[in-house]
């Protein structure tokens, strides 16, 4: 990667956002990062989730579309954006202060790797002492397949394709698992990247349906190396292959 700063794209897919959205368009202006393009695709909301993104004034697109679900909110976001960098965040998650300048740092280190992943760490909404709701982190920071805690290089784009808008749970599953069997290179480093904030209206809050989906896109990802290669497939990394090993770090934790 060139030593010019690259343009890096944020996807914000927003459904009726208006209670969270703010602090999530707020966490990716504290980077402090230019060159940045911040696209909010409101999938036909009905609250003053339009309201909300043009109190930010400047810096912020914002595009409407009737409501077709998160992944074709995606690719339309995908469409419009300029950047060599593609980044995501929802609208009711946060991400972490330093995201962007941990990563593009690997990313400069690495140039083989065209999807970097950092940790997530889980909120949950709490009443606090005081009787007020406030999020409080629960569980330790995990690695996700999750596209708020990553970049991803356009290319990588150009060779797995866009989201899956049959699927309105898991698509970002889904692709990464595309991005998997075509071979992209992933790397998945400890530093927390995304806060992910539960409460009673995300939509993987329907665990049932959030379980079923995940089983219908690991079943799809195996169907699709079954017609590739009859057999037992042996041609995937291990998961384990895609993690940074603490050797292979400097002091200033950048891959060697």
């Known amino acids: 990667m060139p030593n010019r700063q690259p343009l890096i794209s944020v996807i914000v897919p927003a459904y009726n956002a208006e209670r ?5 368009l707020e966490s990716i202006i504290n980077q402090n990062y230019i060159p ?6 409101d999938d036909g909301s009905t609250d003053r989730t339009a309201e909300v993104a043009a109190e930010f004034h400047t810096g912020i697109e914002y595009v409407y579309q009737k409501n077709c679900g998160p992944p074709a909110a995606r690719n339309l976001g995908l ?3 300029q950047g060599e960098l593609i980044t995501f965040l929802d609208s009711d998650d946060l991400w972490a202060e330093n995201k962007l300048k941990i990563q593009l740092r690997r990313l400069r280190n690495v140039p083989n790797v065209e999807v970097i992943l950092g940790h997530t760490q889980r909120l949950k909404l709490s009443v606090t002492g005081n009787g007020r709701q406030a ?22 784009f150009d060779k797995v394709g866009i989201f899956d808008e049959s699927l309105h749970y898991c698509d970002d599953i889904d692709w990464f698992l595309r991005a998997r069997e075509s071979g992209i290179e992933l790397l998945f480093h400890p530093d927390v990247t995304q806060f992910y904030r539960k409460h009673t209206n995300n939509l993987t809050i329907q665990r049932t349906l959030d379980l079923k989906h995940q089983l219908l896109v690991y079943k799809k ?14 041609d995937l990394k291990n998961w384990s292959d895609y993690f940074e090993k603490p050797e292979n770090v400097d002091n200033d934790g950048l891959p060697l």
């Open 135 to 156: 999020f409080t982190t629960f569980l330790t920071p995990q690695p996700m397949l999750s596209l708020g805690s990553a970049v991803i290089r356009r290319s990588a």
């Open 20 to 24: 969270y959205l703010a602090d999530a």
């Open 221 to 234: 990802s195996i169907d699709r190396r079954r017609r590739k290669r009859p057999g037992p497939s042996k």
């Open 36 to 41: 940045i393009e911040i696209i909010v695709v």
């Open 79 to 81: 469409r419009i954006s």
